[in-house]
T-cell receptor
Framework: RKEVEQDPGPFNVPEGATVAFNCTYS??????FFWYRQDCRKEPKLLMS???SGNEDGRFTAQLNRASQYISLLIRDSKLSDSATYLC??????????FGSGTRLQVQP | NAGVMQNPRHLVRRRGQEARLRCSPM?????VYWYRQLPEEGLKFMVY????????ESGMPKERFSAEFPKEGPSILRIQQVVRGDSAAYFC???????????FGPGTRLTVL
């Protein structure tokens, strides 16, 4: 079983749509959680950290459910520029980050 | 403040040759991480270094791969006797004191012919 599992997609949505991605992790000792964005053939960039209380940054909302070991990302009012691969990332306290394989999002005009 | 720098950006090697990948962390960062991304897969942790010390190499293949971060100069990831399966994107990240955000470099794309 992978340490971090994501639906690879692709998710094809029209501009303005709301789209949600989910992720599960296997290590219950995981301490911190993130969503990164990776554009084609480029480096991953931090989108947002994820907290148990849930957090929002503009059109992006992230949620963490420790009991279910489940992380989500909601994108509202999708833009063409949101097209990318979204990586669910977990830190188990070893300082190394554990990445999911990513979920591809394609926003269409 | 320049970001994490990696060079070369693209590297082509024939089977059996050596590959040397360099990473200069952001100014003020003393922690360096190397990750490998195979085609269509997520990033996989390889090694975590501080200046002159390897802290965690649990993700490094047992043979042919080595890493260093000398007191002066960039961190180096060295792959000896490369094979086709080593073809991948190798990303370096750096951070200030641990547990802070890791900032990624643009990566080195290694192609083994």
């Amino acid at each position: 079983r992978k340490e971090v599992e994501q639906d690879p997609g692709p998710f094809n949505v029209p501009e303005g749509a709301t789209v949600a991605f989910n992720c599960t992790y296997s290590n219950s000792a995981s301490q911190s959680f993130f969503w990164y964005r990776q554009d084609c053939r480029k480096e991953p960039k931090l989108l947002m950290s994820v907290y148990s209380s849930g957090n929002e940054d503009g059109r992006f909302t992230a949620q963490l459910n420790r009991a279910s070991q489940y992380i989500s990302l909601l994108i509202r009012d999708s833009k063409l520029s949101d097209s990318a691969t979204y990586l669910c990332v977990v830190n188990t306290g070893r300082r190394a980050l554990t990445f999911g394989s990513g979920t591809r999002l394609q926003v269409q005009p | 403040n320049a970001g994490v720098m990696q060079n070369p950006r693209h590297l082509v090697r024939r089977r059996g040759q050596e590959a040397r990948l360099r990473c200069s962390p952001m100014k003020g960062h003393s922690h360096v991480y190397w990750y490998r991304q195979l085609p269509e897969e997520g990033l996989k942790f390889m090694v975590y270094l501080q200046k002159e010390n390897i802290i965690d190499e649990s993700g490094m293949p047992k043979e042919r791969f080595s890493a260093e971060f000398p007191k002066e100069g960039p961190s180096i990831l060295r792959i000896q006797q490369v094979v086709r399966g080593d073809s991948a994107a190798y990303f370096c990240a750096s951070s200030p004191p641990p547990d802070n955000e890791q900032f990624f470099g643009p990566g080195t794309r290694l192609t083994v012919l």
